[in-house]
């Protein structure tokens, strides 16, 4: 799906992180695995976000990557949507 130049933001579905770390791997500066061993996405100042459903803006320099975790991602668990309307553009409920 073509996203245009629309600002995106991506959260994890903790319930479903394997914990392999590929997110982490691919995209460092946005995901990130914790102590409790799943992968949570950071703020832009690299802060941890644990809230459920936390969201964290995608810089843009970083699309590729974070897409593709989310295509790599094992668990089906990483959402990435619009941040104007909310729908999934990559993730287990993109259409
Ligand atoms: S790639 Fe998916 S399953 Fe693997 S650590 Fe990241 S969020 Fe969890």
Request: include cysteine; charged fraction near 25%; proline fraction near 6%.
């Amino acid at each position: 799906m073509s996203t245009g130049n629309e600002a995106l933001e991506v959260w994890i579905d903790q319930d479903l992180c394997t914990g392999d770390g590929i997110c982490a791997q691919y995209a460092p500066e946005v995901f990130e695995l914790d102590i409790d061993g799943l992968a949570y996405v950071k703020s832009g100042d690299d802060e941890l976000l644990q809230t459920e459903g936390a969201t964290t803006p995608v810089p843009l320099p970083l699309l590729t990557d974070v897409v593709d975790s989310a295509k790599e991602c094992p668990g089906d668990c990483i959402h990435v949507r619009r941040i104007s309307d909310r729908v999934e553009v990559y993730g287990p409920d993109a259409e």
